[in-house]
């Protein structure tokens, strides 16, 4: 048997997207990535901190038959608990309603999650995304 490799942990994450424009405005202006790269006009890679967010054009049904999103959600990591508040308010300030309001955890954590504008017609159907304050991820 050989010895696990060591990770680093989840750097990158990738999302379709109906509309790309849409997608790259609200995280770039609103969740304050920076674009890093775009290979093509269906493709943009943001960066903050140690992330790596991939976004892609939304193929057609004939690429893959189903609309929905597969992934249940993805977390951002803040440093302190009562970021969670302050980063409720920055959404509230930018229209973004709150899927579910700050909270603490039985684990001493505390998150909110809300949707991420995808351009689609369904405000339901952008990514969920948490913003999370854990004590491993985050000191």
């Known amino acids: 048997m050989t010895a696990r490799p060591p990770l680093l942990g989840i750097r990158h994450v990738a999302l379709f997207a109906a509309d790309l424009a849409a997608a790259e405005r609200f995280w770039v202006d609103v969740m304050g990535y920076a674009v890093e790269w775009r ?13 790596n967010l991939a976004l892609h054009r939304k ?18 990591a803040v440093a302190k608990p009562e970021l969670v508040d302050a980063w409720a308010a920055h959404l509230a300030a930018h229209g973004v309603a709150v899927a579910a309001a700050p909270r603490t ?19 339901d159907e952008g990514p969920l995304v948490q913003i999370i304050y854990h004590r491993p991820l985050s000191e």
């Open 39 to 51: 290979p093509d006009d269906d493709n943009v890679y943001l960066c903050a901190g140690t992330d």
């Open 59 to 76: 193929p057609g049904l004939d690429v893959f038959p189903t609309q929905a999103q597969r992934l249940d959600h993805i977390g951002l």
């Open 105 to 123: 955890h039985r684990d001493g954590s505390r998150s909110l999650y809300f949707r991420a504008p995808d351009g689609s017609q369904s405000p």
